[in-house]
């Protein structure tokens, strides 16, 4: 009786026990390093992902503005369910009047019309150049996008880098301390330190606790940040890989503010949208001009739905119309001051804007000027403040220097591994912050 049910078991735990144990797993961390981080963003980042379908709408623009070019042809088919006779009234030659029924429409009728613009004033052109700029400005938008995308996956790379170091410095400092707190406990135990001594170095160590737990929790905001702007879930295990490290100097800042003014899509999105301007002025300007198409119909009706000879009569009619706006109520000169209007603005706004863009650029250059002359001064600051860490613990045990000097060397030292990471950090962020500012693409950012 046990054989049938030890071979169920055994057959169940064949087909789902590789399944339970594939879900007791844990998951992979996703490694990450900066050009992947990046990668990843471009290809999951929502907002930027949302940017790029403006360029399939603006690519939609254009095949609708092109549709103007080309012919119509419409197909109608009308089947009569009631209809009111006319009645016409003859002078009988018997005297009065004679009235007959007359039915002047047909049952069933089909009809097939086309049309073909010839000349608009100019309009259809208008607009489809107006469409083609509009594909363009999107472009220059998603190009916007995936800068600022960049931008804000390095910014947060490199907090959590920072964080991470931040953390480790915490950690460095509470382990000095209870390194120090031990040593201070058996130099009391031999009578060779005294007991404030003692409470000092434990005061020490509690206060510096708060400190490392806060910096930790830093970490695992900070990771939560990176993996928002890749585009990842906030259950996702990551690996980061990395350091800080201050990237190489540039051969020099000159033209940076041609080179901004050429390639910032922000300015060139503004050209394009005067472009289009131009474009609605024409087209207001070309609704005053005479208009020529050519079309056609052909029509068959009958008065039963069969197709046996003589039941169906058909005709046709090609026409060729010009119209003319005579008046139209001050329409046309009213859309052409709008994009006059449209046209001055955009003047105003782009040389606003450049200005601005000039002044990013160089605040840019003296920022990351100023963080690699701060990286420089603090080169050779943590070396020298461990050294005095090790000096100092060390004349505490010959009795040559007294607790305070101790504590005061370690957090000289925890205060330098802090401005060298800062330091390393924006110089980080200086060079990214010139890059955006400047307007460069990704690859050209790599290249550098």
């Not at 087909?15 to 992979?28: I, M, Y």
């Amino acid at each position: 009786m046990r054989k049938p049910a030890v071979a169920l078991f055994a057959l169940a735990f064949a087909l789902l026990g590789p399944g339970v144990l594939a879900a007791q797993e844990p998951r992979s961390a996703v490694v990450l390093t900066l050009e992947e981080a990046v990668a990843m963003a471009l290809r999951q980042n929502p907002f930027h992902m949302a940017s790029q379908e403006k360029v399939d709408q603006a690519r939609a623009g254009v095949r609708q503005a092109a549709s103007g070019f080309l012919p119509t042809l419409a197909a109608q088919g009308t089947n009569t369910l009631d209809e009111k006779l006319f009645v016409l009234e003859f002078p009988s030659m018997t005297g009065g009047t004679q009235r007959i029924s007359v039915d002047f429409t047909k049952d069933y009728q089909m009809a097939l019309a086309f049309s073909m613009p010839l000349f608009a004033g100019g309009r259809l052109t208008a607009g489809y150049k107006q469409a083609q700029y509009g594909l363009k400005a999107s472009r220059e938008a998603v190009r916007l996008s995936e800068q600022e995308t960049v931008f804000e996956v390095k910014r947060a790379f490199y907090g959590y880098l920072l964080a991470r170091e931040f953390s480790a410095v915490a950690d460095e400092a509470l382990a000095l301390a209870e390194k120090f707190r031990e040593n201070v406990k058996n130099l009391h135990a031999v009578g060779m330190a005294s007991k404030f001594d003692l409470l000092r170095s434990e005061v020490q160590v509690a206060n510096l606790k708060p400190q490392a737990i806060r910096a930790r929790n830093s970490v695992e905001v900070a990771a939560l940040g990176l993996k928002t702007v890749v585009g990842l879930g906030l259950d996702a295990a990551i690996e980061v890989r990395g350091e800080l490290a201050a990237p190489p100097l540039e051969p020099g800042s000159q033209g940076v503010i041609e080179e901004a003014m050429a390639q910032r899509p922000e300015l060139r999105q503004l050209d394009y949208q005067q472009l289009m301007a131009r474009q609605s002025l024409r087209i207001a300007r070309g609704s005053l001009l005479p208009t020529l198409a050519v079309g056609g119909t052909y029509s068959i009706w009958g008065d039963a739905m069969n197709f046996r000879r003589g039941t169906w009569q058909n005709y046709y009619t090609i026409n060729l119309s010009l119209s003319l706006n005579i008046f139209d109520g001050f329409l046309s000169r009213a859309q052409a001051g709008q994009a006059k209007a449209a046209i001055r603005e955009i003047q105003w706004t782009r040389k606003g804007l450049s200005e601005a863009i000039a002044f990013e650029v160089r605040q840019a250059v003296l920022n990351n000027t100023q963080a690699r002359e701060t990286l420089v001064s603090q080169e050779k600051n943590v070396e020298q403040a461990r050294e005095a860490v090790r000096i100092a613990e060390l004349n505490y045990s010959e009795g040559l220097a007294t607790n305070l000097d101790v504590m005061t060397a370690q957090v000289a030292l925890s205060q330098a591994r802090t401005n060298h990471s800062q330091a390393l950090y924006d110089c980080v962020i200086s060079q990214a912050q010139l890059e955006k500012a400047v307007g460069r693409s990704r690859s050209e950012s790599r290249s550098n």
